[in-house]
């Protein structure tokens, strides 16, 4: 019991120590991108990401389960809404074009598109802001050509 009890005090302190550094170093560090938030539900793992400059990301998730992609466009910092837009659509233009836009707070999104083993373009804006990829993600992860705006 000592034993475990040392491991649990070393591992506390361990992590004290690394918040304090943590907070020693967010004062100056470069704002943080925005981390995926689970909005296309669970199964969806994020497969590509692109950045929205200086103001969040784009995320492509893909659930092996359904087959289907998802993107979701994340503010970095949630707040007053501002104009956000999301879309995806198949690059052989199968589909339809699949978008979300709106006066968001903090994401838009989800949306959804059966897309198992076809390229697809995505992208999406924040503000006017703006990031789009083309042909990407066919089967075998193609990181596909970004376009920034």
């Not at 969806?44 to 092996?64: D, F, I, Q, W």
């Not at 995806?88 to 059966?114: I, K, M």
């Not at 992860?141 to 376009?147: E, I, K, P, R």
């Amino acid at each position: 019991m000592k034993r475990s009890r040392a491991i649990a005090g070393s591992a506390v302190l361990a992590v004290a120590g690394l918040a304090t550094m943590a907070t020693a170093t967010t004062a100056t560090a470069a704002p943080t991108a925005a981390a995926y938030n689970g909005a296309c539900g669970s199964g969806y793992r994020v497969v590509n990401s692109v950045p929205v400059t200086g103001k969040g990301t784009v995320y492509l998730t893909y659930s092996a389960k359904t087959g289907k992609n998802c993107v979701v466009t994340v503010r970095n910092k949630p707040g007053k809404p501002v104009y956000v837009y999301t879309y995806l659509t198949a690059t052989d233009g199968s589909s339809e074009w699949v978008y979300d836009s709106g006066q968001y707070t903090s994401y838009a999104g989800p949306v959804y598109l059966p897309a198992k083993g076809r390229c697809v373009d995505w992208g999406g804006a924040i503000e006017t802001v703006s990031v789009s990829v083309s042909g990407s993600n066919c089967g075998r992860m193609a990181h596909g050509v970004v376009t920034h705006r």
